[in-house]
């Protein structure tokens, strides 16, 4: 059954994310199509639209091989309108399963835009009908549904050689992925939100949540998740373990509810394994999760853990290092973290 109808870089030496730093990607090494090689002995370009909720880098791309699938293969890295951002051609591939190649350089994603990933091959590619009716998700990386704003998803374009596909056919997974890396990591993503919003509680105080992350970094600034009557000024800081404030910023700008953000003017450096604690002082009437850290939370190489109490305030009219704790509450406090200095190589 068939489907509707010089650049070229030998695989790299990858750029190896720190230790502890996960490589993710769209499916897992034990995630199979349904059928392995479908029967359309064509040249064709097949790929995924994809996008991240996080900034962060491609390294590679990957595709599930079946036996017929035979070489060679090139996989490409797209711009929504079709701009080449990448491509390599892979080597030692195994007779079947999941094969990857590393991009002769790590490619920049924008948070919330979409790209493609592809790979030419002779015919005989994996692929699973309507797999992308609904949206696939695996933490910040997503494949959009077919129909939604993204358009329709699972694409491709025949042809002799490497071209943008943009062709749709029954929401078709080809099986196609990227191997991924942060660049800049927070405990919550965007679209986490808490149960409530808006905690009947008038009293100034600040507001905390203990971290770690497993790799050293730089903490660039603070979040917190804001309910339309928590207002006033709100002032962000960062503590080491032990009270030292090590960068306070003003939150300015801010919109009547959802994640607000406050830069710090310089980055803080911080240790791997090292905890802190990131705070901001609110009026009242903050957002509150209770019982929410009687388990630890972790996001990429950040962690909030449940030991020793998670979840910490101070009362007073002005910022002051937060210690107390109260029901495991979650006060939807975090940060902004990089791998590397903003400004440095």
């Known amino acids: 059954m068939l489907l509707p109808s010089s650049f070229l870089l030998a ?17 897992g090494s034990a995630d199979t199509p349904a059928n392995v090689n479908w029967n359309d002995p064509h040249p064709v370009e097949v790929g995924v639209k994809l996008q991240s909720t996080a900034l962060g880098k491609v390294l590679g791309i990957r595709f599930y091989k079946g036996p017929s699938n ?15 951002l990448g491509q390599a051609t892979f080597t030692d591939e195994t007779p079947s399963g999941w094969q990857e190649v590393d991009l002769p350089k790590p490619v920049l994603l924008t948070p919330g835009a979409i790209y493609i990933a592809s790979y030419h091959t002779n015919g005989f590619y994996a ?30 374009s025949y042809g002799p050689e490497n071209s943008f596909p943009s062709a749709f056919f029954y929401a078709t ?50 979040r917190f998740y804001k309910g ?13 373990s ?40 609110t009026r ?8 929410y850290f009687t388990s630890d939370h972790s ?23 937060p210690s107390a704790t109260f029901g495991a509450t979650n006060y939807w406090v975090d940060l902004i973290f990089t791998l590397q200095e903003p400004g440095g190589p």
Request: hydrophobic share 35%.
């Open 11 to 27: 695989q790299s030496t990858r750029s190896v994310p720190p230790a502890g730093v996960p490589v993710l990607s769209l499916f």
């Open 70 to 84: 035979t070489g060679p293969h090139i996989g490409s890295l797209w711009s929504a309108q079709g701009a080449l």
């Open 127 to 156: 692929a699973t009908n309507g797999y992308f009716r609904s949206a696939h998700i695996n933490g910040p990386l997503s494949a959009p549904a077919n129909g939604g704003n993204a358009g329709g998803n699972g694409v491709y």
């Open 173 to 222: 997974n080809y099986w196609v992925d990227i191997a991924f890396v942060l660049s800049a990591a927070s405990l919550f993503d965007p679209s986490d939100s808490p149960a409530h919003p808006t905690w009947d509680d008038p009293t100034p105080a600040e507001l905390g949540v203990k971290f770690q992350s497993s790799v050293a970094g730089f903490v660039t600034g603070v």
């Open 228 to 240: 339309p009557q928590n207002t006033g000024t709100h002032v962000g800081n960062l503590w080491s």
């Open 242 to 281: 032990d009270g030292t404030l090590l960068a306070t910023a003003t939150f300015t700008g801010e919109t009547k509810s959802g994640w607000q953000v406050a830069a710090f003017t310089n980055p803080v450096p911080i240790t791997a394994g090292t905890t802190y604690v990131v705070s901001y002082h």
């Open 284 to 291: 009242g009437f903050y957002s509150a999760n209770p019982h």
């Open 299 to 321: 996001n990429g190489p950040l962690l909030a853990p449940a030991n020793g109490g998670n979840g910490v305030y101070a009362r007073g009219a002005t910022s002051s290092f």
